[in-house]
C-alpha cells in the first residue's frame, strides 16, 4: 500500500541546487592583450588565435577568454563579446562567430560565399546590450559542426 506520510516514495522531498559549473583550460598561449569575452581557436601547440568566420580552420571554436591570464572557458556558462551595431540581442538566441571582427559573437548567422557558419552557443542574457560599442553577454557553450558557404 502507498503512504503520504513518512519516508515512502510519495514523500515530497527537494534537491539542493546544482553548482554552477564551467570548465577551464590554463597554460595557454593567448593573442595580445585578451578582452574577457573574446573567443580563440586552436593555432599551434597550446596556442589560441581569435576566431573568426572567414575560414574552417579559424571558425573553429575552442574557449572563451574570461578574465584569467593563459586560461579559457571550454565549457559551460561563459561571456562572450558581441559585435557593435546589432539592433538587439535576446535570451535564447544561437550564438554565431562574427565574420566581420576577430574574436566576437553575433547573433546573425554568416552568408557570404566563403564565410563559415559556426554556432558556439545559446544566449542567457541579452539585457543592456552595447549598440554602439558592443558588450559581453552571457553564454552556455553549445559548439555546432561549422559548415563553410
Known sequence: AWTTTGGGATTLH????????????????????????????????DTLTKCIATSLAAARFFGAYAG?????????VVPMFFVPGLTSITAGTPVFISAATAGNVTKT?????GQVVAEVGLLLDGASYNNGAGSAHDVLIQVKPPVLL
Open 68 to 76: 584569467t591570464a593563459s586560461t579559457v572557458t571550454i565549457a559551460g
Open 109 to 113: 548567422a554568416p552568408s557570404t560565399s
Open 14 to 45: 527537494t534537491h539542493a541546487a546544482a553548482p554552477a559549473t564551467v570548465l577551464t583550460q590554463a597554460g595557454l598561449t593567448l593573442w595580445s592583450t585578451p578582452a574577457t569575452g573574446e573567443i580563440g581557436y586552436v593555432s599551434g601547440n
